[in-house]
């Protein structure tokens, strides 16, 4: 299995569990207590089943965007293979000694892993021309979805206006999800067929 159908399974696997965060599921398992915590699945959610639904798409956005992330690693150390005069990682000779003949891998796997993700999507956009620049734009958007449920407690910032006002909890279905994922798969095989 390559790298784009590695990503491409694992998204297709992420539609089941936005399948779980259907009402009809939440309301079969609502009087759930699996671990016995003494607090069943409708007590856990606050009586609420839009926090269910939204725990559960936010979670599958992190996961896909996670694999999605690591794809886009793995193509930019492919490429980086391939062109090492676009490595811009320095070495010390005591590197260079240690790697020997694996030196080229190893700083392409080292400056892929170091890059944020907007500087792989910089990258990307720099390197392989021809990338559909609106898909390019809306990844970085779910980027910036990912960021403020990771590092904002799910609450939007001013990346998200107008999708989100300024301080408004991020509220994900899964039909918008789902599409992100179809988006993220777009972009892969863009990519992939560039490389």
Known sequence: MNDLDYLINQLDLLIGFLDVSDEQVYQQ?????????GLTIEQLYNKNYENYKNHITTSALLLGFSHFEDFLTKCIV??????PDKNEFKVTLKTIIEKGNNLVLAMAQEQSRRLTFADKMKFIEKNLQGVSTSLLSEVKFVNDIRNCLM????????????????????????????????????????IWNRI
């Open 29 to 37: 398992i609502k009087d759930h207590d699996r671990f016995n915590l």
């Open 78 to 83: 492919k490429l980086l293979l391939a062109n």
């Open 151 to 190: 590092h904002h407690n799910g609450i939007a910032d001013n990346r998200l206006i107008p999708k989100f006002n300024y301080g408004q909890k991020i509220i994900l279905n899964s039909v918008e999800v789902n599409g992100y994922g179809l988006q993220a798969r777009q972009l892969a095989r863009e």
